[in-house]
């Protein structure tokens, strides 16, 4: 199960990621996020810490936000990020087109 939750809005978005985001939920992902943003442009953050699993369809789900986020002129950055979930990034070279911190 996931749980994406914004957290903060003041100078940042910023949202709290747990659980698993996969291909079958994906899309919820992606519209709460997409709804966020819309009603709010500013620098996204991503925490983490309590995200435990991804596949290929959320670290495209990934990259389709952060076009969206750059388009506007805004950043998108992915804090504490498990090893596990790291690597998939790394392994995809998504590394290398977004901000992503332990």
């Known amino acids: 199960m996931q749980q994406v939750k914004l957290t903060e809005a003041d100078e940042k978005l910023v949202f709290s990621l747990s659980g ?5 939920t994906s899309d919820d992902f992606y519209a709460q996020v997409q709804c966020a943003f819309e009603h709010d442009k500013k620098d996204v953050v991503f925490d983490c810490s309590a995200l435990t699993f991804i596949d290929s369809t959320t670290l495209g789900t990934f990259v389709k936000i952060l076009k969206k ?34």
Do not use: Q
């Not at 698993?20 to 079958?24: H, P």
């Open 20 to 24: 698993e985001i996969d291909s079958a």
């Open 69 to 102: 986020v750059k388009s506007h002129g805004f950043n998108m950055v992915l804090e504490h990020v498990r090893p596990n979930v790291k690597k998939l990034f790394d392994i995809c070279a998504l590394n290398t087109i977004m901000e992503i911190r332990e």
